[in-house]
């Protein structure tokens, strides 16, 4: 069953998208109710994730400060330089601008660890920087702002949802897949790991619909503002696709690391982000609808890219022949 799940699992996928769109958009009133599942869904989704890794090897890839140097030149430098040049294109609407600056500065600490590894990256590595990434995130975000819109944009951004976050996504889930590895030795853990690791796709199935039946009527219903910016969050992500590869080859890096540098460098805090836009001015309501959007265009680009990076991202051999990771 679960060589099925992972077998199919893109299809499958897809195929939760679609049902969650047909829903949502049929039946708006089960949105509530969605929404309030979303972050319990993904404290599951990232429990299940961190079962997978071997927390023996984290002190290692804790001191692995050539890959953490890495991940911060990528998301807090090269990765504003593309959203300053992109978010020029939405000047014009400040709701727009807000939104599309706060998704896109603030790289993932959640999703990206379980796409990073279904695509056979090192998500270990991601793991152990997800924490200063968090918290570089939260010191740079309000000087960004101010950088590319302005000090009133500063002044209106509430930042206690990001502690929030970091304490229910990140804490917790990791905490409890500490205590079941060391619980597995005795019959009732290593039935929880089990059954956990077995659970990664389907529950990662339950995360995106979960996340599109709750907002999709709301996206649907403001479409025509919305379409500004959707090519800018799919060029976003080929633009940071190619940089991610460049960063990994410069530096050498291993197949598996590469590949986490490139889901890195794609995918942003959106989930972690959308209480920081829902909690913006009446006069900025289009703002979550921004970021809610960058989720649904993230989402599909996250599917194609568990296909797509494992052909893309490969190693090569003495002879300099290629040879997939």
């Not at 998301?75 to 727009?96: C, E, K, M, W």
Request: contains cysteine; charged residues 10%.
């Amino acid at each position: 069953m679960i060589q099925w799940f992972e077998r199919h699992q893109v299809v499958l996928y897809l195929a939760s998208i679609g049902l969650a769109v047909i829903v949502g958009l049929t039946s708006p009133e089960i949105a509530a109710p969605a929404e309030s599942l979303i972050n319990p869904v993904l404290a599951l989704l990232l429990y299940a994730t961190f079962l997978g890794i071997p927390f023996t090897r984290l002190n290692a890839v804790v001191r692995d400060w050539k890959f953490l140097r890495s991940t911060l030149w990528l998301n807090f430098v090269l990765v504003p330089i593309v959203v300053f040049g992109l978010s020029r294109f939405v000047t014009y609407d400040q709701a727009l601008l807000a939104g599309v600056l706060l998704v896109l500065l603030c790289p993932c600490v959640d999703y990206v660890m379980v796409f990073t590894g279904l695509a056979g990256g090192a998500n270990d590595r991601l793991l152990a920087v997800s924490p200063v990434l968090m918290l570089v995130q939260m010191l740079l975000l309000p000087g960004y702002l101010w950088l590319m819109a302005g000090a009133d944009m500063v002044t209106v951004v509430d930042f206690g949802p990001f502690v929030e976050a970091f304490a229910l996504l990140i804490v917790l889930p990791l905490g409890a897949a500490i205590l079941t590895q060391l619980a597995a030795r005795t019959r009732v853990g290593h039935v929880l790991e089990g059954s956990a690791v077995a659970a990664m796709v389907p529950l990662m199935m339950l995360t995106l619909a979960v996340v599109v039946t709750s907002q999709i009527a709301n996206v649907n219903a403001q479409l025509s503002a919305l379409l500004a910016v959707i090519p800018i969050f799919f060029v976003f992500a080929v633009i940071m696709f190619g940089l991610g590869q460049w960063v990994g080859r410069r530096s050498g890096y291993d197949v598996a690391a590469r590949r986490a540098l490139v889901f890195s460098g794609v995918t942003r805090n959106s989930l972690v982000i959308l209480p920081l836009a829902l909690a913006l001015p009446a006069a900025m309501d289009l703002a979550p609808l921004v970021v809610v959007t960058q989720t649904l265009v993230e989402l599909l680009v996250m599917v194609a890219m568990v296909r797509l990076v494992p052909g893309l991202v490969r190693g090569t051999t003495a002879n300099g022949s290629a040879t997939v990771a």
